[in-house]
């Protein structure tokens, strides 16, 4: 018996048919052949792997992906992110994330100092408060539970919120978070980027409208190469 | 007397001159243009986000709402009544009908996704270009989708078979009939069928098959429009 026929008959040759970091929209077929399996944002039907959303496609070894380049913030366990609070329960803070689901932030993921029963959560934190919390639990039907016990994590107090696309964060971050290294060096704000798209700022009002305008053009920018350096020459020497 | 030449003089499988734009309304998660000759449609979407009332709430997937609107002024003359109407109704449901097969919302629970659509100016073929605007809004608001979705009018004039009707064609003075059709990009499964008018049976297939070929042709604008918002971005 010949190799071939151990391999179950004739089989077709496996293709790719976009290239590395090629635009596809949904529907699109991006391989034939079974050698190729199907990543993030695509699916497989019989021979074919087709894109399910509009991104990016991408290869590593036999997995194609598409990263997308819209869509809503998908809460991940581990994300830090910025929310607001939007009611007060028995046991805690339900927080804004800024998707279509809310979080839960319990009293004792909130914070260290005991606090008695029947105490006024609103003195700690109040309604329309933003807290920067950390993801620690998504469950199958987007329940989200939240923490800010750890360092960072706080309630924010002064300064400035903005709003970005969520998938232009990591280009706000950079590399090492090269990027945000340089906006806080360079405009002398204490900065945190919420994995959501929620942006807080706080300095003086001069150097916060600075980096509103250099996050603004970093997120219009973001596919440009070399940006840490063309921002290092937009913020200028000092 | 047979309808030998269409009154705009296309070719019977020529549709009407077609463009289409991606993310025309910032303010979105995902928007589109559409224009098929007069008719243009802006589709504006918005989510996954909470749905209220509360009780229409599926905890097993999203929802899709669609909502059609043609403007007051947006006809040839008479003044359209804002607001929903019975024909709207009805519009605004076939189209999350004929968009839905290839919506996945099943990562979205209790949430919706909502479509919004506004006619500014109207020539027959509205619902056609809402859907063909929608599928791209749709796309650009990276709500995950497992194809794509077109759709076109086809019909019979006085016997002969043509595609994308214009109003004057469907208003003709002879036996006419309007079949909007929505399909899918790979597999060609039909996701809308309407018929307003009479055709025979052996018209109906032949009408069909032309509106394979015809939705292939706004495909092919939806995937220029969605690719273009995306690459010029990438070369900025």
Redesign the interface.
Request: charge should be negative; charged fraction near 30%.
């Given at each position: 018996m010949s190799a071939r026929h151990k391999l179950g008959g004739y089989r077709k040759m496996s293709e790719l048919l976009k290239k590395e970091r090629e635009i596809v929209i949904p529907g699109e077929i991006l391989a034939q052949g079974m050698d190729f399996l199907p990543g993030e944002n695509t699916y497989r039907e019989n021979d074919n792997i087709y894109a399910k959303a509009l991104g990016l496609v991408y290869v590593s070894g036999r997995v194609i992906k598409i990263t997308s380049l819209s869509g809503p913030y998908v809460p991940m366990v581990g994300d830090r992110i910025i929310g607001k609070v939007i009611d007060i329960t028995m046991t805690g803070w339900r927080i804004d994330t800024g998707t279509a689901y809310s979080g839960l932030l319990n009293v004792k993921d909130a914070t260290t100092r005991f606090i008695k029963k029947g105490e006024d959560l609103s003195k700690i934190i109040a309604i329309g408060d933003y807290v920067i919390v950390m993801i620690t639990q998504v469950t199958s039907q987007r329940l989200i539970d939240l923490a800010m016990r750890e360092p960072g994590l706080k309630k924010i107090t002064g300064g400035r919120i903005m709003k970005i696309n969520s998938h232009k964060v990591p280009r706000i971050i950079g590399k090492q978070a090269s990027m945000v290294n340089l906006l806080r060096e360079k405009t002398g704000c204490e900065i945190t980027v919420g994995q959501n798209g929620l942006v807080w700022v706080r300095g003086t009002p001069e150097g916060e409208l600075k980096a509103e305008g250099a996050i603004k053009r970093i997120e219009e920018r973001s596919h440009e190469s070399g940006l840490t350096e063309s921002m290092d020459a937009f913020l200028g020497g000092k | 007397m047979t309808y030998s030449k269409r009154l705009d003089e296309r070719k019977n499988d020529e549709l009407r001159p077609m463009d289409a734009k991606a993310g025309v309304i910032p303010n979105a998660?995902?928007s589109a243009y559409f224009r098929a000759g007069k008719t243009t449609a802006y589709v504006a979407v918005y989510?996954?986000?909470?749905?209220f009332p509360k009780f229409k709430q599926d905890?097993k997937k999203?929802l899709l709402r669609c909502h059609y609107a043609m403007m007051p002024f947006s006809g040839s003359g008479e003044r359209i009544r804002p607001g929903t109407s019975r024909r709207a109704q009805e519009i605004s449901m076939v189209m999350e009908q004929a968009l839905l097969p290839?919506i996945?919302l099943s990562?979205?629970?209790?949430?919706?996704v909502d479509v919004f659509v506004q006619l500014p100016q109207t020539d027959a073929g509205t619902r056609c270009a809402a859907i063909s605007a929608a599928a791209i809004a749709l796309?650009?608001?990276?709500?995950?989708?497992?194809?794509?979705i077109s759709s076109v009018a086809v019909g019979q004039v006085d016997g002969t078979i043509v595609a994308d009707l214009s109003y004057g064609e469907e208003s003709y003075p002879a036996v006419v009939s309007d079949i909007p059709v929505a399909m899918?990009?790979?597999t060609k499964q039909i996701t809308l069928l309407q018929m307003d008018g009479e055709i025979s049976k052996e018209d109906l297939v032949k009408a069909l098959d032309a509106a394979k070929s015809a939705t292939e042709k706004v495909y092919d604008v939806?995937?220029k429009a969605?690719?273009s918002k995306?690459?010029v971005?990438?070369k900025?």
């Open positions: - | 998660d995902g989510g996954p986000r909470e749905l905890p999203g290839v996945d990562e979205f629970p209790n949430s919706v796309a650009d608001a990276g709500i995950p989708m497992k194809d794509m899918t990009h790979n939806q995937m969605l690719k995306f690459s971005e990438n900025k």
